[in-house]
């Protein structure tokens, strides 16, 4: 059974500092790899998706990688702002035709980001 | 651009008591999903549904059940709603291939 953990729980950083965090997930057969962000009380943005034979995305100041083989991925935030300050969640998606779409969520890593 | 709408926002129910909960999506996708959030937990597949007509169970689908109305409508009904039960609801659409899901803002169903 496929487990997604996210560490740390929740983190602090000072305005301007690059943000790191981490998704490590134990079944290296997935479809693709999704980082979301959730602001308190709402739903679920998409923020990148990187497919499985994909080494990592970018949008503007966000960066993901995906280490397949190692079960890692790494969101890269850089430059962070107030408004960055959400829980980050990243979810796998499985390697079999019956499997696509079902996500797989880790915990979430909580952020504040302190002006 | 409503994306995905959930209905309603806020309930509270009684122990025993029904309701069914309401999701349209306005992006013509095939697939779409609920998920149960739950303190300190990530998001958990409760039902999906890959394409009008066809429903399957995820990882919690205990005490649900779910109908596709049609390509936009995906219902989740909880029959005889018990206090495990209080949680927030999220449901979610995907499109063909290799596409993000788009989520709701969820239900917050609290359960006395």
């Known amino acids: 059974k496929q487990e997604v953990t996210q560490i740390p729980a929740a983190l602090s950083v000072p305005e301007g500092e690059n943000l790191v965090l981490n998704c490590s997930f134990t079944d290296s057969a997935i479809y693709n790899l999704q980082w979301f962000r959730q602001d308190p009380g709402k739903g679920l943005t998409s923020l990148l998706l990187?497919?499985?034979?994909?080494r990592e995305q970018t949008s503007g100041r966000l960066n993901a990688s995906l280490d397949k083989s190692s079960g890692r991925s790494t969101l890269y935030i850089a430059a962070s702002q107030p408004g960055d300050s959400a829980t980050y969640l990243c979810a796998v998606s499985g390697g079999t035709t019956d499997s696509w779409g079902k996500l797989q969520f880790g915990a979430g890593t909580q952020v504040v980001v302190t002006p | 651009n409503a994306g995905v709408t959930q209905t309603p926002k806020f309930q509270v129910l009684k122990t025993g008591q029904s309701m069914t909960l309401q999701c349209a999506q306005d992006?013509?996708?095939?697939?779409m999903y609920w998920y149960r959030q739950d303190p300190g937990m990530g998001l958990r597949l409760i039902y999906y549904?890959?394409?009008?007509?066809?429903?399957d169970k995820g990882e919690v689908p205990n005490g649900y059940n779910v109908s596709r109305l049609n390509k936009r409508e995906f219902s989740l009904r909880l029959e005889s709603a018990a206090p495990s039960q209080t949680s927030v609801y999220f449901c979610?659409?995907?499109?063909?291939?290799?596409?993000?899901?788009?989520f709701g803002d969820g239900t917050r169903l609290s359960i006395l």
């Open positions: 992006m013509n996708h095939n697939s």
């Open positions: 990187i497919q499985s034979s994909q």
């Open positions: 979610a659409s995907r499109g063909q291939g290799n596409q993000p899901q788009h």
């Open positions: 549904s890959a394409s009008e007509g066809t429903t």
